[in-house]
């Protein structure tokens, strides 16, 4: 995983800078994929690679997991960083950036798209998809940072997971069952509660999901399928109910999105708005990091502590304050809290 990578197998020539190279997260993924295949195929369960105290000489528990495949992970990790590799993780959504996607998703003049031509993509990108399409993605944009989900959990969302319920009069709410968490594959998977946010309305679900729900009643859709749907020509989504959006699709979408409002989507992908609303809970909401831990499903098997903080803080993230201002007196002051009204910087 080290020298090899800069060489092509067939001949042992040195690879050229425009073939990639294998990363250390790609070692990650295969010793995932390891463990995994021990673990569940074989039943060897999550244990570390031991020997029985009883039985001298016998081992259990997972190869994958071994102190020797781990030192090694480590040295490798070490090796690639004195290389130069950088591990770059998708940046996270701000929520300025939520904002102005809204408001030019929602404002989004919708047009009669007839065929789609060479020309007519040169002459007006921005008519990549219409304003069915780009209310679907607001609703997936705001639930997956809200959620903490991977968007292989969003995509997997169907009618029958969502409740729309009243829990004052006239004051709603949303009730989501997931089919599927990767935290918690063999059940227990506990609902979420959403609420209505009418002071800001781009990360408002219960808007979301009202004006999704909405218009696909609108559009005779079947309500008993995917909620997010296979996108079809420019503005359509697929009338089957079993037909829903892949990750591509969704990820080409998200980018076309974020080129719309003059931002480039080269930093971002499919795990940003899981990292955004971690630092949103902690940053914006002050939620402490127990509860943080406990709405995303970390509580119960919170193996790997480091990885809330990754979430948290990444180099690739747009800093929210300037080094030279961290203790400047006559620093500007941060938006109104909601809550009590104070503009200071611990707000």
Same mark, same amino acid.
């Given at each position: 995983m080290n020298y090899p990578i800069d060489l092509l197998v067939m001949d042992k020539q040195a690879k050229e800078l425009s073939i990639s190279r294998v990363t250390y997260a790609t070692a990650q993924k295969m010793r995932a994929a390891i463990s995994h295949k021990y673990g569940c195929d074989?039943?060897?369960?999550?244990?570390?690679?031991?020997?029985? =105290?009883?039985?001298?000489?016998?081992? #259990? +528990?997972? %190869?994958?997991?071994?102190?020797t495949v781990s030192q090694y992970m480590i040295s490798l990790g070490r090796r690639k960083v004195r290389a130069g590799e950088?591990?770059?993780?998708?940046?996270?959504?701000?929520?300025?950036?939520?904002?102005?996607l809204y408001e030019y998703n929602v404002n989004f003049a919708n047009e009669d798209f007839g065929p789609?031509?060479? /020309? #007519? @993509?040169?002459?007006?990108?921005?008519?990549?998809? +219409?304003?069915?399409?780009?209310?679907? %993605?607001q609703l997936m944009f705001v639930t997956a940072m809200l959620l903490l989900l991977r968007f292989e959990e969003v995509l997997r969302i169907t009618w029958s997971d969502v409740r729309f319920e009243y829990y004052q009069p006239r004051r709603r709410r949303i009730r989501l069952m997931l089919p599927f968490c990767k935290t918690h594959?063999? +059940?227990?998977i506990v609902p979420f509660f959403l609420y209505e946010n009418p002071e800001k309305p781009w990360m408002c679900p219960v808007r979301a999901w009202a004006a999704w729900w909405h218009h696909?009643?609108?559009?005779?859709? *079947?309500?008993? !399928?995917?909620?997010?749907? /296979? @996108?079809?020509?420019? *503005? !359509?989504?697929?009338?089957?109910?079993?037909? +829903?959006?892949?990750? *591509? =699709?969704?990820?080409?979408?998200?980018?076309?999105?974020?080129?719309? &409002?003059?931002? *480039?989507?080269?930093?971002?992908?499919?795990?940003s708005f899981r990292r955004r609303g971690c630092q949103y809970l902690a940053m914006v909401l002050r939620w402490p990091l127990r509860q943080i831990c406990t709405w995303g499903g970390w509580a119960e098997n919170f193996d790997n502590p480091g990885? &809330?903080? @990754?979430?948290?803080? =990444?180099?690739?993230?747009?800093?929210?304050?300037? #080094?030279?201002?961290?203790?400047?007196?006559?620093?500007?002051? =941060?938006d109104p809290c909601t809550a009590c009204g104070r503009t200071c910087t611990c707000a």
């Open positions: 074989h039943r060897l369960g999550t244990q570390p690679w031991l020997e029985d =105290s009883l039985q001298p000489g016998h081992f #259990r +528990g997972n %190869l994958s997991l071994s102190v950088v591990v770059t993780s998708a940046r996270a959504m701000d929520e300025q950036t939520m904002k102005e789609t031509l060479n /020309k #007519r @993509k040169a002459e007006a990108p921005q008519n990549w998809a +219409g304003s069915s399409v780009r209310l679907m %993605l594959q063999y +059940g227990g696909c009643r609108y559009l005779g859709l *079947d309500m008993n !399928g995917y909620v997010f749907r /296979k @996108k079809m020509g420019q *503005d !359509g989504v697929s009338a089957n109910p079993h037909d +829903g959006m892949t990750a *591509d =699709s969704f990820l080409e979408c998200f980018r076309n999105n974020l080129l719309d &409002i003059g931002i *480039d989507p080269r930093p971002y992908g499919t795990h990885t &809330i903080f @990754k979430y948290l803080l =990444s180099w690739t993230d747009a800093p929210q304050l300037q #080094r030279e201002d961290y203790f400047n007196p006559e620093q500007a002051g =941060s």
